[in-house]
Nanobody, 117 residues
Framework: QVQLVESGGGLVQPGGSLRLSCAASERIFNFNTMGWYRQAPGKQRELVAKITSGGITNYADSVKGRFTISRDNAKNTVYLQMNSLKPEDTAVYYC???????????WGQGTQVTVSS
């Protein structure tokens, strides 16, 4: 069973930065895409950023220019660098990995990000 473990969440003031990490229990090169989603209270889970095994990235409009997704295949880890954080970025952030050949998606347990003064 694939395990994804997120870390790096916390409380930060508006305008601050955080870096989330997602460590996978197997080689991330085995996944077609890896990404970050978030879910705020009372809202649906939404895509934040994705990165393919070839390094192609995709971002939600709300985070473009502020967030950067990256991957370190040697460490089997995906990162989300979040800069210029806003209160509306407050949510639980989930790591996701997808394997298209089996149409399987894996999720981490989530990490809380709170942006507040």
């Amino acid at each position: 069973q694939v395990q994804l473990v997120e870390s790096g969440g916390g409380l930060v003031q508006p305008g601050g930065s955080l870096r989330l990490s997602c460590a996978a229990s197997e080689r991330i090169f085995n996944f077609n895409t890896m990404g970050w989603y978030r879910q705020a209270p009372g809202k649906q889970r939404e895509l934040v950023a994705k990165i393919t095994s070839g390094g192609i990235t995709n971002y939600a409009d709300s985070v473009k220019g502020r967030f950067t997704i990256s991957r370190d295949n040697a460490k089997n880890t995906v990162y989300l660098q979040m800069n210029s954080l806003k209160p509306e970025d407050t949510a639980v952030y989930y790591c996701n990995a997808e394997r298209l050949i089996t149409r399987t998606a894996y999720w981490g347990q989530g990490t809380q990000v709170t942006v507040s003064s």
